[in-house]
């Protein structure tokens, strides 16, 4: 089984595949994921997908994820770096993001 950790999991890329992971959950796990400012959206990508961690960019948005989460146990991260260095420090497979063609 792959365990993927995305950034990005709220944008049409990683809506994307969340779907497909929604369509093989034998063949891939979601480990963690990061997102901006959707906090609604990646609340019930917590709920359905079971991360064990989650990145935001803002420490202000925490109580907030926490409230719409409920009692899932998932670990919140912040800040601008927590994106990068979550894969390695949480043994993800896979680490898939969104590059915009106007920065590569």
Do not use: W
């Not at 089984?1 to 990683?14: E, V």
């Not at 420490?59 to 919140?76: A, C």
């Amino acid at each position: 089984m792959k365990r993927i950790a995305l950034l990005g999991s709220t944008g049409s890329i990683g809506v994307s595949t969340l779907a497909l992971v929604r369509e093989f959950p034998d063949r891939f796990k979601v480990s963690g994921m990061a997102a901006g400012q959707n906090l609604t959206l990646l609340a019930k990508q917590i709920k359905e997908f079971s991360p064990a961690y989650v990145a935001i960019q803002h420490e202000k948005d925490v109580p907030r994820l926490r409230r719409l989460i409920g009692n899932n146990k998932v670990e919140i991260l912040f800040g601008e770096a927590v994106p990068q260095q979550s894969p390695r420090r949480r043994r993800s497979t896979l680490c898939l993001r969104r590059l915009s063609a106007a920065r590569a």
